[in-house]
């Protein structure tokens, strides 16, 4: 009955075996050498031309790497990218943490910030003033899947930003739609965290090198107490850990900053060429949506639990997210879960609801999908 691997994180995610192998065989003369010498380039360089295929990137636009994760990234957009006000979709934890950072900066205006209800999504609308919209393409806490296009109305040189770090490796988007579509590898990439990586369009790229730049040359006026809001506002501060600028100037090279986690990025290379062979974007995005569907539909005729995002166009198809009755414990069922190597199914712990989430990656197998919900089935019927 059990699922040959148990693995259903929504990241960390699944390695497949495939990976660690190659990771111990063929990537492990790079472990312990340097991030600046010509064998860890190629490999960056063939992650780059790799992410470059699968999203049929233009020509014009760079894919960009550094360390920290999009976590940093959020703050290195917050530096970098965003001039004076940005609009946020918040619909979730981690679309809400970006809004967040955003409304920390004293350099910037106060964000817009347009919330929905968790179990929906809520894209950024146009605004006067703002020149960044920013929204999660995936929203990872709740299991929904929001669209991916240019905010219409928004201003011609408004940039549009979008967090893909659990949708990466398992959608599809137009990448042409926005400036900057970020990501972490610890999901649909099967590889390790502390990376992001951008595909950042030409308008990006320049609006970072303006504000960097201007920041640079910024004298203050500690004497200037007009009211004018580019007066008042504070000084902009960018350390050199968060210049996208030198993310950029680096990821020319084929490399980072700082120093990388070279396993990540073996990790990362091995699974990005078995996507490729399978077919791409649209094989992934197929598998990915037929592992989902398997759960929805268990949940739907279910007589214990439902799915938690009830518009179907909304919902995830990597990390699907399942309510539970009252009188079942979640806590329960995940115990007697993983007391029988099923793991990290847990809902988000920020949610706070009697729910069960599954991450269904491109590297998790659809018959275990399967197999899962008939586990889970057999200890409810136990427990009750």
Known sequence: MLPSDGRFGSGPSKIRQAQLDYLSDAGAQLMGTSHRQAPVRDLVASIQDGIRTLYS???????????????????????????????????????????????????????????????????????????????????TSTGVLAPVHRIAGADSDALMLVDGTSAAAGTYIDVSEVDAYYFSPQKGFGSDGGLWIAILSPAAIERAARIEKAAGDFVGDSNDSGNDNANTRAQRWIPPFL????????????????TPAIATLILMKNQIDWIISQGGLPWTARHCAQSAEIIYNWAEHSDYCKPFVLDRDARSTVVVTVDLDDNLAAADIIKQARANGIVDIAGYRGLGRNQLRIGVFPSVDTADVQKLTQCIDDIVESLR
């Open 57 to 139: 990137v233009p020509d014009d636009y760079e894919i960009v790497l550094g360390n920290g994760g999009a976590t940093a990234f959020w703050d290195i957009a917050t530096a970098c990218l965003i001039e004076k006000r940005a609009a946020f979709g918040s619909f979730g934890s981690f679309s809400a943490k970006f809004a967040a950072s955003a409304a920390s900066a004293p350099f910037l205006d106060a964000p817009v910030v347009f919330s929905g209800d968790y179990g929906t999504y809520k894209l950024p609308e146009a605004t006067e003033g703002v020149d960044t919209y920013a929204w999660a393409h995936n929203e």
């Open 243 to 258: 210049s996208l600028t030198s993310a950029v100037k680096n990821s020319r090279k084929n490399q980072t900053l700082n």
